[in-house]
């Protein structure tokens, strides 16, 4: 491995040979010092294995994070930790392995065949750790426990309505939320990291529950000033060469509404492409176009006056939202109390009148 390509990919910079000793320098600069000291060693090197009890699992959550990120960089602020910290907690693990876990080609890092399979092993303790982490709150019942929930961006802003009841009803539970877009939920279910998956379109797969848990109408806004805002009944065809603000390429929403649009043959034109919902209503109000939105998103400010709905034919796509998981999971306590709970509170929501 060469150390300029190392250094590139970690954004490292030119120090002084004559630097001896880690002590001699500031914790920020001692993945430097590491990298040119003993550049093939950073990443672990073979040598003999140390006891693998001395591994932790800190360094094993190190490990995931570089490896699923496959950056160092990115593992670093996920975790709050430093670059420097990260490198090191990797290079002691692949030491006490006493064999390589990551290789670098190029710019770009990947596993090992010994890295993949730690990565395996360290999937297959954190499932019992959570399992062990399951059984104990469902003895102490609601009094404790932890949740980790996998969202997307719409339903996260949806969700986030209920959680302060929820947590105000069960203090003692613990609520982690990641926000993931539809790419993201599918490797993390896969790998079966969270309690919940909610989502848009579960995936059509043997070993998948999904169970629907609100309904999803995708409805057109618009600044209350526009051309159209004042038109009772806007056929489709009338959507023709008009300006959008839209999500990305192979986002649910954004799939749904070219189906409708193809299903008429008509051509919009995207002005602006975002990656964020919040961002897209906003933009919305500021007049750099149109869009189409969950009616859950965008209901306070049609409300208030903001934005206001367009009644295009078509319009609203009636989806889903989904509450997910593998078949093979037994859900905690915890986990099925805040599904039914999520059930039973959306029915109190306001519905998008017909």
């Not at 630097?19 to 040119?36: C, E, F, K």
């Not at 975790?79 to 420097?84: A, F, G, H």
């Not at 203090?171 to 969270?194: C, K, R, W, Y």
């Not at 056929?235 to 060469?241: F, L």
Request: net charge negative; glycine share 6%.
């Amino acid at each position: 491995m060469g150390l300029d390509g190392f250094s590139q990919e970690y954004g490292l910079e030119t120090i002084h040979k004559d630097i001896d000793s880690p002590n001699d320098l500031p914790a920020q600069s001692l993945l430097q010092w590491i990298s040119t000291t003993e550049a093939t060693n950073l990443l672990g090197s073979p040598r003999s294995p140390r006891s693998l009890k001395q591994l932790t699992l800190h360094q094993l959550r190190v490990f995931e994070a570089a490896a699923r990120y496959r950056s160092f960089t990115r593992a670093a602020k996920e975790l709050d930790l430093t670059q420097p910290t990260i490198s090191m907690q990797i290079k002691q693990l692949a030491d006490l392995v006493g064999m390589p876990l990551f290789e670098q080609v190029g710019k770009q890092v990947f596993l090992t065949g010994v890295g993949q399979e730690m990565l395996t092993a360290s999937y297959k303790m954190f499932e019992k750790i959570a399992e062990f982490e399951m059984r104990i709150a469902d003895l102490k019942g609601l009094s404790q426990g932890h949740l980790k929930i996998a969202t997307i961006s719409p339903i996260n802003t949806f969700v986030s309505r209920l959680l302060s009841p929820f947590c105000q009803r069960y203090p003692g539970i613990e609520i982690s939320v990641d926000l993931m877009n539809s790419e993201q939920i599918f490797n993390q279910l896969a790998e079966n990291t969270h309690d919940l998956y909610l989502m848009c379109e579960p995936p059509e797969e043997p070993g998948i529950y999904s169970q629907s848990f609100v309904d999803n109408p995708l409805v057109v806004v618009a600044p209350p000033y526009h051309r159209l805002a004042t038109q009772a009944h806007i056929p489709i065809s009338q959507m023709e060469g008009e300006q959008f603000v839209m999500r990305e390429i192979g986002s649910a929403t954004r799939r749904a509404v070219k189906a409708l649009l193809d299903q008429h043959g008509v051509s919009v034109r995207v002005q602006l492409e975002v990656g964020n919902n919040e961002a897209i209503k906003q933009m919305v109000m500021y007049g750099l176009g149109i869009s189409v939105l969950s009616y859950h998103m965008v209901m306070n400010e049609v409300a208030n006056g903001q934005l206001v709905l367009l009644n295009v034919e078509g319009f609203p796509i009636n989806r889903n939202w989904y509450a997910v998981y593998p078949l093979s999971k037994q859900l905690s306590v915890v986990a099925s109390t805040f599904l039914q709970y999520l059930k039973s509170e959306v029915k109190s929501f306001p519905v998008l009148a017909a």
